[in-house]
């Protein structure tokens, strides 16, 4: 399964969706319009998720499907709450902070537009973040699916490949990566997770490579170094690999808060590979992107239906 397997889903629909005019929308008295699984769905929730709606431009009953999608929000927020997912508020921050960018804004600018649309910021932030867990939900299902069901390249369809393509191999940048993690227990986030990213930050400056990071962090407590060993730029994980392809080898990735802390990735060498195994690889990615949106479609909408079929949801 290939790095962005899942990040159309979220990424390239809600962080990249065109901004209509904004127009205010009028604050109504707020009412209990469904009861999903004992949670309640208010009138002001549809109403903030129509203005959503209203401002990607979509047409038709809004309201009906405002309040569709707010059903199959709290469904997907309870199925990512049973899996233990926890997606962070920094997360969520720099989520939103990358939409307003992708849109040519300031965050400021995107607060007011979220404002005056009737949508609100902490709609959209809600928004995402259910979206971000909900994610790593079908993650873990299409994973448990062997991988999507797709078939992987055999090195007799690789060769043929290469052929095709003039006997030329494909090549791919191997990385060597060495993975800092400065602990915070959940139970200590509030009061120490800002100390420990200023600890990291610190650290961070003083990278030259990966022989001394050990040697930098001793006297530091509860700081974990791992060797990750070598890693093609395929295989990185989606949350770090913009992040790992921009640092420069002999530095680190900006440090950003995890559910175990404060992390930075270092970036002890990289280089380019071509050999049949990369090309092996390379082959395998292009095949299964381009049945990944399909996959993960069908997947998304079975998901859904079985949590429905499950639930009990009442309209008020």
Partial sequence: MTKNTLSALFLAGAMALPLAAAMPAAAQESQIRYVVNGTPVTSYDIQ?????LKLQRKQGNLNQAAGDEMVEQVLKNAEVARL????????????????????????????????????????????????MGWNQALGARMR???????????????????????????????????????????????????????????LRQRVQGCDSTRQFAKGLIDVTVRDLGKVF????????????????????????????????????????VSDDRVAQMVFQNEQNGKSQDAQVDALNKTYVEELRKRAKIAQR
């Fill in 144 to 202: 448990s699916k062997n991988g999507g069901g797709t078939g992987r390249v055999t090195e007799q369809e690789a060769v043929r490949r290469m052929l095709d393509n003039g006997g030329n191999k494909p090549s791919a940048t191997q990385y060597t990566l060495q993975q800092v993690i400065f602990v915070v227990p959940q139970s200590e986030r509030a009061a120490k997770l800002g100390v420990r990213k200023r600890e990291a930050d610190a």
């Fill in 84 to 131: 233990r997912i926890n997606i962070t508020d920094q997360q969520v921050d720099d989520a939103y902070g990358r939409f307003a960018k992708n849109n040519k804004m300031t965050v400021a600018q995107l607060d007011g537009v979220m404002n005056q649309s009737g949508v609100t910021k902490e709609h959209f932030k809600q928004y995402i973040k259910a979206q």
């Fill in 48 to 52: 903030r998720r129509a203005a959503f």
């Fill in 233 to 272: 730029a395929q295989q990185l994980p989606a949350d770090w690999s913009d992040a790992i392809k921009a640092a420069r080898e002999g530095t680190a990735t900006p440090s950003r808060e995890t559910e175990r802390g404060v992390e930075f990735i270092t970036i002890c060498s990289s280089r380019e």
